[in-house]
C-alpha cells in the first residue's frame, strides 16, 4: 500500500483523476471500478474536464460500480445510476451499453448479484477500482461484520451511514434507503490495482483504523492492507490521525513511479 497525502481536498481529487487517466490511457479496454459519494464528484468533474481538454478517450472503457440502493429506480435523483449518468456518463464517450451498476429494483436480488460478479469474471474482472470510505468504515457498502470474502450480496446499513447519506435525501436518515446491493469486500478485493480517496475531518479517525489498524470485518476498509497494489490518496485533513505521514510522503516524493504525479 502506498498512501499520498496532498495538501488540499482539490490537489487530492485532482491527484486521483490523474492517477485514473494515466491507467485509461495506457490501457483504453481498461476495466474501472467506480464509486459514488460527494468526495468522487469533484473526481468526476476532473475527468470530464480531461476528456474535453486532452480528448481522454472513454469509448472502449467499461465501468462497474460498487452499489446500488435498493427500491430506487435508475431515473430516482438519489439512485446511484442517475448519479453516475449526472456526474460522469453524460459528458464522455462512454458507451452506456458498457457501463453496469446493480440493479436495485431486481426482484430476485441474489440472482442479481450473481449475475453481477458473473459478469465482472466473464469481461476478465476489473483492472482499477476506485473507493470512498463511509464513515462506519465501509467501503461499497460493506457494513462492519462484512465478511472479508463476501461476494456482491444485499446488505443491510447502518444507522452510521443513513444518517451520513441522509443529506441527498432531504436531511431525513429515514428516507435512505435501508438495504444496498453491493460488491463484497472479497470482489473488491480482486480487482488487479484498488484506489481508495479519502478526504476532510470528518474521515481523519476512520482513515487511520483503515491503513494502519488492525484488518478486521468491523472496518471494512482495512481489508485493503490485503491487497498487494493499493493507493491510498486523502487531503490533509482526513490524513491528520496517520502515524506514519513521515514515510508515506518520502515514498511520494522519491518513488520514481510517482515522478510524473509531482508538481
Ligand atoms: C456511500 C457509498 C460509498 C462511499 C460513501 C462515502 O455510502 N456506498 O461507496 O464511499 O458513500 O460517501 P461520501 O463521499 O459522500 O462521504
Redesign the pocket.
Known amino acids: 500500500m502506498e498512501v499520498i497525502v496532498q495538501a488540499s481536498t482539490e490537489q487530492a481529487t485532482q491527484l486521483c483523476a490523474q492517477v485514473i487517466a494515466q491507467r485509461l490511457r495506457h490501457n483504453p479496454d481498461l476495466i474501472l471500478g467506480l ?6 464528484e469533484r473526481v468526476y468533474q476532473q475527468l470530464v474536464q480531461l476528456h474535453h481538454q486532452q480528448g481522454l478517450d472513454f469509448a472502449r472503457c467499461r465501468t462497474f460500480n ?2 446500488e440502493y435498493i427500491g430506487l429506480a435508475a431515473n430516482h435523483p438519489n439512485s446511484y445510476r442517475y448519479y453516475m449518468h449526472q456526474q460522469l456518463f453524460r459528458h464522455v464517450n462512454i458507451d452506456p451499453a458498457n457501463t453496469h451498476i446493480p440493479d436495485g429494483m431486481a426482484t430476485d436480488l441474489a440472482a442479481e448479484a450473481t449475475r453481477y460478479e458473473a459478469l465482472i469474471h466473464d469481461l476478465g474482472g476489473i483492472d482499477l477500482q476506485l ?4 464513515e462506519a468504515g ?4 460493506n457494513e462492519p461484520l462484512s465478511a472479508l470474502l463476501s461476494r456482491t450480496r444485499d446488505k443491510t446499513l447502518t444507522p452510521t ?1 443513513r444518517r ?2 441522509a443529506a441527498m435525501f432531504d436531511g431525513d436518515p429515514t428516507k435512505v434507503p435501508s438495504r444496498a446491493l453491493t460488491m463484497g469486500v472479497g470482489t473488491i478485493l480482486d480487482a488487479r490495482e484498488l484506489i481508495l480517496l479519502v478526504t476532510g475531518a470528518a474521515k481523519a479517525a476512520i482513515l487511520a483504523r483503515a491503513v494502519e489498524g488492525p484488518i478486521t470485518a468491523m472496518v471494512s476498509a482495512s481489508a485493503i492492507q490485503l491487497h498487494p497494489h493499493c493507493i491510498v490518496i486523502a487531503d490533509a485533513a482526513a490524513a491528520s490521525e496517520l502515524q506514519g505521514r513521515e514515510y508515506y510522503d518520502w515514498v511520494f516524493q522519491n518513488e520514481p513511479e510517482w515522478a510524473e504525479f509531482r508538481p
Do not use: E, P, V
Not at 35 to 40: I, K, S, Y
Not at 131 to 134: S, V
Open positions: 464509486a459514488t459519494g460527494r468526495t468522487m460498487l452499489d473507493l470512498g470510505i463511509g465501509h467501503i461499497g457498502f451511514t451520513q447519506n
